[in-house]
């Protein structure tokens, strides 16, 4: 279990337990365990996903990352419910064929990648029908005022002016276009990742505080807006 006691780590299980609670809703009529963790790395969503019974396939284009992933598979007894094969979302179709994944999590990726547009068409391409996707995007607007109360007020504007950059309309417009539906969608880090370390420590307790007041906000439009990640569950339909 990550350490609570660090902010980032909050965020973290606030995303792990909303992943788990969406996938219990979503398995309970797509009885399909095909797993491919785009972007994965060494496994931090992978493994969980293993241990649940899931048949996960991270595809990365790192060696070190795969190696890395490896060894832990390895370690936690996960071999044959979690691989790895080198690779990036222009391979995906090829790596695992067209309707062959029931999830497909990809997140912190559409940001790297050539073409977002084209990378949710190919992962809807792999997803079977009822088949959902995992999204995480970091936005725009938590970096801007991040930027810019640490000074950085330039790189701010490029920021805001940078037209790569993703916020919640242009994610789920990007999502939509693609084919599928969104299910629900949620701010991560939306107040944990503005808290101080400092202020974490201050007070025992205050870091389940935190949890609880991430999940409850998580779901605003408004907090949404602000948090450094969105997270986006859909559905192929």
Same mark, same amino acid.
């Given at each position: 279990?990550?350490?609570?006691?660090?902010?980032?780590?909050?965020?973290?299980?606030?995303?792990?337990?909303?992943?788990?609670?969406?996938?219990?809703?979503?398995?309970?009529?797509?009885?399909? $365990?095909?797993?491919?963790?785009?972007?994965? =790395?060494?496994?931090?969503?992978?493994?969980?996903?293993? +241990?649940?019974?899931?048949?996960?396939?991270?595809?990365?284009?790192?060696?070190?990352?795969?190696?890395?992933?490896?060894? $832990?598979?390895?370690?936690?007894?996960?071999?044959?419910?979690?691989?790895?094969?080198?690779?990036?979302?222009?391979?995906?179709?090829?790596?695992? =064929?067209? =309707?062959? &994944?029931?999830?497909?999590?990809? #997140?912190?990726?559409?940001?790297?990648?050539?073409?977002? +547009?084209?990378?949710?068409?190919?992962?809807?391409?792999?997803?079977? %029908?009822?088949?959902? !996707?995992? !999204?995480?995007?970091?936005?725009?607007? &938590?970096?801007?005022?991040?930027?810019?109360?640490?000074?950085?007020?330039?790189?701010? $504007?490029?920021?805001?002016?940078? %037209? $790569?950059?993703?916020?919640?309309?242009?994610?789920? &417009?990007?999502?939509?276009?693609?084919?599928? /539906?969104?299910?629900?969608?949620?701010?991560?880090?939306?107040?944990?990742?503005?808290?101080? /370390?400092?202020?974490?420590?201050? /007070?025992?307790?205050? #870091?389940?505080?935190?949890?609880?007041?991430?999940? /409850?906000?998580? =779901?605003? *439009? +408004?907090?949404?807006?602000? &948090? %450094?990640?969105?997270?986006?569950?859909?559905?192929? *339909?």
């Amino acid at each position: 279990m990550p350490d609570l006691r660090r902010r980032r780590s909050v965020s973290q299980m606030y995303l792990t337990e909303l992943l788990e609670a969406q996938l219990a809703d979503w398995s309970a009529t797509h009885p399909g $365990r095909a797993v491919v963790d785009l972007g994965g =790395g060494t496994g931090g969503m992978a493994m969980g996903l293993g +241990a649940a019974g899931y048949q996960v396939r991270v595809v990365d284009p790192s060696p070190d990352a795969l190696a890395a992933l490896e060894r $832990r598979t390895a370690e936690q007894g996960l071999e044959g419910a979690v691989t790895g094969v080198q690779g990036d979302a222009g391979d995906l179709l090829d790596l695992v =064929g067209s =309707g062959n &994944a029931d999830l497909v999590v990809c #997140h912190k990726v559409l940001e790297v990648v050539e073409d977002p +547009a084209d990378a949710l068409r190919t992962i809807a391409a792999v997803l079977r %029908p009822g088949g959902v !996707l995992s !999204l995480v995007v970091a936005q725009r607007h &938590a970096a801007v005022l991040t930027q810019a109360l640490a000074g950085h007020i330039a790189q701010a $504007r490029r920021t805001w002016h940078d %037209p $790569r950059r993703f916020d919640r309309a242009r994610t789920l &417009a990007l999502v939509t276009a693609a084919g599928f /539906e969104v299910v629900a969608t949620h701010g991560v880090g939306a107040v944990a990742d503005h808290v101080t /370390e400092t202020a974490l420590e201050a /007070e025992a307790g205050t #870091h389940v505080e935190l949890l609880a007041l991430e999940a /409850e906000v998580a =779901g605003d *439009p +408004a907090f949404q807006a602000l &948090a %450094p990640h969105l997270h986006v569950f859909a559905r192929r *339909p």
